[in-house]
């Protein structure tokens, strides 16, 4: 049986918990205050720039303590001389196995900025399925060809690469990044051009239908959530559902605004392992934790749990 991190007993407070971590993890790693003077912004890059966050947070954010993992590994793969990024990809793999998806629920700062824009009063916007299929798929087209394929093969006539992903698409750069280093250094201001404008209307394209559909982004674009998603299933932190205390109410399902079935599907790789099915399972038949060994088996017996 998993170690369990979130407790029956303590249910009703994951939500309350998961925003404190959200918003303490985005606070620590963008507390370099000092880029954010206005006048004379300085970009942090101190020792710890050496080392990449867990989630999507901007290189050039004025108060980024640490690397962004996508741009750390486009900026490998564009050196004039190809290096292998072992670094980055060991780090990436090492998060997933351990995490998976968690890091999107709880350690992802624009993923918090995006529920607190769905929580704005208005109609919400459910995807028909036969649509929201196919458009999940895209976040591993965005990984496999723009922040992997196209910053690989393609090089200029000075022999390097282009970051696709951070440069023409990442609305998490712009706002982190662009929109703080715009406002704070007037300086920059008169060079901007067509990219930046084509940046900010992707920025408030996403940000906008993040009022009507719930992360939209993580859903649909994020490559990040795309390849710790390829460890759901194998990652240390698993959900698991105990069968003898499953009553197939479906309340879990119907709480999922990922769009999940956690009692037949617990660990599928659009589950950020927000708590939410947690608290809403009337018997407590719910639950994640750490146990690498949990079998991953649709068999499991009565009073044994199943992660799968």
């Not at 741009?71 to 004039?80: D, I, K, V």
């Not at 700062?109 to 916007?125: C, N, Q, V």
């Not at 901007?192 to 992707?202: A, E, H, T, V, Y």
């Not at 708590?275 to 499991?300: K, N, V």
Request: hydrophobic share 40%.
């Amino acid at each position: 049986m998993a170690k369990q991190i979130i407790k029956q007993t303590s249910r009703s407070s994951i939500g309350r918990l998961r925003k404190t971590v959200q918003a303490l993890w985005g606070l620590a790693s963008n507390g370099y205050l000092a880029g954010f003077l206005p006048g004379n912004p300085l970009i942090y890059d101190g020792p710890l720039k050496r080392f990449c966050v867990p989630g999507m947070n901007c290189y050039s954010c004025p108060g980024a303590l640490g690397a962004c993992p996508i741009g750390a590994l486009q900026a490998t793969l564009n050196e004039r001389n190809r290096k292998f990024p072992f670094y980055v990809l060991g780090y990436l793999m090492a998060v997933g196995m351990i995490a998976g998806r968690f890091i999107c629920g709880w350690l992802c700062l624009f993923g918090l900025i995006e529920e607190l824009l769905y929580k704005i009063p208005t109609p919400k916007l459910v995807i028909p399925e036969k649509i929201d299929r196919p458009l999940r798929n895209l976040k591993y087209v965005v990984l496999a060809v723009l922040v992997i394929g196209l910053p690989l093969l393609y090089r200029n006539s000075y022999g390097a690469g282009d970051p696709f992903f951070c440069k023409y698409v990442c609305p998490v750069g712009t706002l982190e990044g662009g929109v703080p280093l715009v406002l704070l250094n007037s300086a920059l201001r008169p060079t901007l051009g067509w990219l930046f404008r084509w940046k900010m209307l992707i920025l408030l394209l996403c940000l906008s239908s993040c009022v009507f559909i719930y992360r939209p982004f993580c859903k649909y674009i994020c490559p990040l959530g795309a390849f710790y998603a390829l460890f759901q299933r194998i990652s240390f932190v698993k959900m698991t559902v105990n069968p003898a205390a499953c009553v197939n109410c479906g309340a879990c399902s119907r709480t999922c605004k990922m769009q999940v079935d956690p009692h037949k599907l617990p660990n599928a790789t659009e589950c950020i392992r927000c708590g939410a099915c947690i608290e809403t399972c009337p018997t407590g038949a719910l639950s994640f934790g750490l146990d690498p060994l949990i079998p991953h088996r649709h068999d499991a017996g009565p009073g044994q749990s199943v992660s799968r």
